[in-house]
């Protein structure tokens, strides 16, 4: 049988009811723009997740206080307050595979200048945390050792904070009040944006650890010591040094559980990967449904339209058509329909995703390989789908077929 000429007759009985085709078809449109819609967000969450990872570098470590458990009760991380300067210190001074040490403690606070307010993060780091991060000074400068040691009361504002608080006025000199207590501006942070939707970077005050924990939080402990390595080959060697010498200095015994946590950059970056994948699978499997759906209506209309056609199916047999040449006509005819769908479903998902893309300004990322997953998988529905009713029309008996009314 020729394929161009099937083609053509499967066309032509589609197009005999457009309106039924095309409704039938909806389903695989809908299945096929919903699947590269979320694989393209997904690929787009993906990809700005590790522009800013990569912003931040790959030799950056945190240490973080650990789980503290008492009478078989665990309070979970961060439960311990065991982490001190002294520590972030003897980091510095003891392992020659450290580069920079900030001391960081945090807390959130509403921030006033004259008749306006913003409520932000306020984070105490020490005088490296700008090398450690990245971080560029856009106005101003960064406080000094000597600012830190001495708990001056300045403070760095980030990008969203400035812009709240003096809305482009100069605010280098300017006095705001954090919890009522008075910090003269020194600086302005260069916008970063936000990390990956978790939370905006710009919005937060950058002030010297020992400001925060004397006038604002009244605590001695500090909350995690972020650190960068020398190189990005020697982070396990910082890791392990770090590591000896934290249980040296909180005098843990062999076997005991550490009452610290130090990660690293790719760590965390490998573990927000697999929980974008996860989420991904399970929005692309939510999206399969509809294809499936889409493939139940394609079964449903041409097992009408077997029905509708037992007349024209007899007297294609009477005239020397074969079984196998009713099965590939009837089997063209869901696949054509099934494709055509997956084409205007194609279309559906990139303009899906491009609308997305600017109303709710999330960065998208339409793969090649997710288009032709899709257009195949749609592909499959048809045949799956189409068989039965391809093969039940094939199997009619001609006489009774020519007797149909």
Known sequence: MNIMRTIRVALRALGRNKMRSFLTAL????GVGAVIATVSIGEGAKREVEKRFEEMGTNLLYVRPGSQSFRGRSYGGGSF????DDD???????CDAVQYVSPSVSGRAQVVYQNKNWNTSVNGVGEHYMEIGNWTVEEGTFFDENMVRSGQKVAVLGNEVNQNLFEGADPIGQIIRIKKIPFRVIGVLESKGEAGGWFNRDDMIL?????????????????????????SSRTE?????????????????????????????????????????????????????????????????????VTERIREIGIRMSVGAREKDILFQFLTEAIV????????????GVFGSTLISKLA?????VSLWSIIVAFLFSAIV?????????RKASKLDPIEALRYE
């Open 27 to 30: 389903g695989i449109i809908i």
């Open 81 to 84: 307050q065991t982490l001190t």
């Open 88 to 94: 972030a210190r003897a980091i510095q001074e003891k």
């Open 207 to 231: 002030i010297p650890y020992t400001t925060a924990q004397r006038r604002l939080l009244g605590i001695t402990h500090i909350s995690s010591i972020d650190i960068s390595a020398v190189s």
């Open 237 to 305: 060697e910082a890791m392990t040094q770090i590591e000896d010498l934290l249980r040296i200095r909180h005098k843990i015994a062999p076997g005991a559980e550490d009452d610290f946590n130090v990660r690293n950059i790719a760590d965390i970056a490998e573990s927000a990967a697999e929980s974008r994948d996860a989420l991904k699978i399970l929005l692309g499997g939510i999206a399969s449904v509809s294809l499936l759906v889409g493939g139940i209506g394609i079964m449903n209309i041409m097992l009408v339209s």
């Open 337 to 348: 329909l099934s494709l055509l769908g997956g084409l205007l479903g194609i279309g559906a």
């Open 361 to 365: 300004d999330w960065q998208t990322l």
């Open 382 to 390: 048809g045949v799956f789908f189409g068989f039965y009713p391809a």
